[in-house]
């Protein structure tokens, strides 16, 4: 027997038994006389203690040659501690040992295993099974488990069954690139790797299954940014028979009782916000809402006042920073160099002071008088010792650059409360995206999404304005999910598939075996698919998705550990019919 109890186990009560515990050697104190070790396992640390004035002579040798990450077997008798640690459950026992085994010695980790550790990233992840020992890191992947068993549990008992979707599938252009596997058996031929289970969990709505869900790994070969992973998880789920309103509620449902079980926190009814007006209020499609400072546009005031910029401008826009009209020429120099960095791309930086006395002092002073200035304060509901920040320029940039700025402003002034959850549906997203590049449309969500039922005439007159059945669910600014009700009509898909510039020819080669599908009833049908890392983040209150990966991929793609990419004998390339130039 390894062991009768865990390292996390024994209290007070189990005092005088007689146990055997497993572990790694986390810490050895050395007093001379005495010798303590910390021993832990997954489940936390025991202390073990040597006395030499009573033990063995032999004994003591052998725990003073152990060293940190050794893995032993320690057999003793629990007793009372004189100085308790109030601090581990396992704080007021301690274990005498009589007997010491080695199970396998250490060489000395490259890192200290402890919260804070010093070891670099890099390091870390080279070492990554060494990195998982840290109880943060486990505490994690334990995170991770848990949101995973729940999701489970849920929708299991909403009716979702959970169905496996192939993982060798078809290269289709639409979307991010693919990764692809070249097939021995068919030389020259490929598969991919599934972006999502898309299709595949409308053919088993076809099928009939009515609720699907699967937690899936997708992949997708993107330019890398930070935190983001070529290959990820996604709770993935389809419904038939369902309006979008029915699809928000059941899954409302299910991320109201993750909070609540995993965190204890009790949402509120998750409101919603059309595309349009998140662009208009916050110059993004996922905007934070713990905190105000909405975008007011001023272009019916500042126009034709003989400044050239606004003037040129096709919208002037700008938020209210409460409190902070006693900026320091400094500070307001750094916050037009902050906007004006390429990140952020904004040409300029226009502010309005609104002193305490009630009068104005601005940047463009030279162009408008006091009353004006007042003017614009109003709009802003803005009180004396506030600050407006207006930037200027093309529509789209500029609510960028200011949705940037707002988010700053949010930051800096500690508007932003971390310990809240603020959920937001955003609803009525576009169903297309011009590319001035190609010079076509692109589906906004994906070619399987339908219009909004009022707009689908505009598809062949205007289909710019067309607005989609899709979702998404944004929490704290961060998107956490998103999906459609989709197209199950065949003439419609077609439709949709002539807007995005496909000939029939295209379609049927590439997504022939749907639209033959649904020429054999196909129910109405919608869903959502949720990003399980970027989930498992929010819940450990971290942005890291790497974080709550056991193995992640670095920044450039590379699992550093197993180093791989890596590069495969000719022979390999040859049985598969590739050629290196
Ligand atoms: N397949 C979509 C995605 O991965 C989600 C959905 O429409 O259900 O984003």
């Known amino acids: 027997m390894y062991r009768t109890h865990t390292c996390g186990e024994l209290r007070i009560e189990d005092v005088s038994k007689e146990v055997i515990l497993s572990g790694w050697v986390q810490k050895i104190r050395d007093k ?10 997954r489940y936390g640390i025991t202390q073990l203690i040597f006395d030499e004035s009573k033990a063995d002579a032999g004994l003591i040798r052998k725990a003073r040659s152990l060293g940190r990450e050794y893995v032993i077997q320690a057999t003793g008798n629990v007793i009372e501690r004189f100085s308790k640690n109030p601090n581990i459950p396992t704080g007021e026992i301690e274990i005498v040992v009589s007997e010491l085994t080695v199970l396998n010695p250490s060489k000395v980790p490259p890192f200290t295993i402890e919260n804070e550790t010093d070891g670099g990233e890099d390091l870390r992840m080279k070492f990554r099974y060494l990195d998982l ?112 309103d029915d699809v928000l509620d059941t899954f409302e449902g299910l991320i109201k009782h993750l909070f609540s079980i995993v965190l204890n926190i009790k949402l509120d009814e998750f409101p919603k916000m059309t595309y349009d007006d998140a662009i208009k209020m916050y110059g993004t499609d996922k905007p934070d809402i713990r905190f105000g400072m909405k975008f007011v546009e001023l272009n019916h005031l500042v126009k034709g006042k003989g400044f050239q910029v606004f003037d040129n401008s096709r919208l002037i826009a700008g938020i209210n920073a409460t409190g902070c009209a006693g900026y320091s020429r400094k500070q307001l120099d750094a916050l037009t160099d902050y906007v004006k960095r390429p990140q952020v791309g904004a040409k300029g930086l226009v502010y309005v002071k609104y002193n305490e006395d009630g009068t104005f002092k601005s940047s463009v002073d030279k162009f408008f008088n006091q009353e004006q200035l ?26 960028t650059a200011l949705s940037v700025l707002r988010l700053y402003m949010g930051k800096t002034l500690n508007q932003i409360d971390n310990r809240k959850f603020l959920p937001l549906w955003v609803v009525d997203f576009p169903l297309l995206e011009w590319d001035e590049e190609t010079r076509r449309y692109y589906a906004m969500h994906h070619p399987f999404t339908s219009a909004k039922p009022e707009d689908i005439e505009k598809l062949d007159t205007d289909p710019g304005e067309v607005k989609a059945n899709a979702y ?86 590379r699992d550093v550990m197993i180093d791989s990419p890596a590069p495969i004998s000719e022979e390999q390339l040859k049985e598969l019919a590739i050629k290196m130039r």
């Open 374 to 399: 007042a003017n614009w304060a109003e709009h802003f509901q803005a009180k004396p010792g506030d600050l407006m920040l207006i930037l200027a320029g093309d529509p789209s940039a500029t609510r």
């Open 472 to 557: 998404d669910l944004v929490i704290n600014g961060v998107e956490i999910g998103g999906g459609s009700i989709r197209i199950h009509d065949r003439k419609l898909q077609q439709k949709m598939f002539d807007a995005l510039g496909f000939t029939e020819e295209e379609a049927n080669q590439q997504f022939g075996f749907l639209l033959n599908a649904f020429n054999y009833g196909a129910p109405p049908h919608g869903g959502i698919a949720f990003g399980f890392d970027r989930l498992c983040a929010l819940f450990g209150g971290t942005d890291s998705i790497r974080d709550f990966i056991a193995f992640p991929k670095n920044n450039s793609g």
């Open 133 to 244: 020992r840290r109880v943060v890191v486990r505490k994690n992947i334990q995170l991770r488990h848990k949101l995973m068993q729940h999701t489970r549990s849920y929708l299991d008992s909403q009716q979702f069954i959970e169905i496996e979707t192939p993982v060798l599938i078809k290269s289709t252009p639409e979307g991010a690139r693919d990764f692809v596997v070249p097939s021995r058996m068919n030389p020259g031929e490929f598969y991919a790797l599934p972006q999502s289970p898309q299709t595949f969990k409308q053919l088993l709505m076809i099928s009939g299954f009515d609720k699907y869900y699967q937690i899936v790994k997708c992949f997708r070969d993107e330019d890398l940014r930070a935190d983001r992973q070529p290959e990820f998880t996604q709770i993935d789920c389809e419904m038939s028979f369902v309006t979008r």
């Open 32 to 41: 001379g006389g005495m010798l303590w070790i910390d021993l832990r396992d």
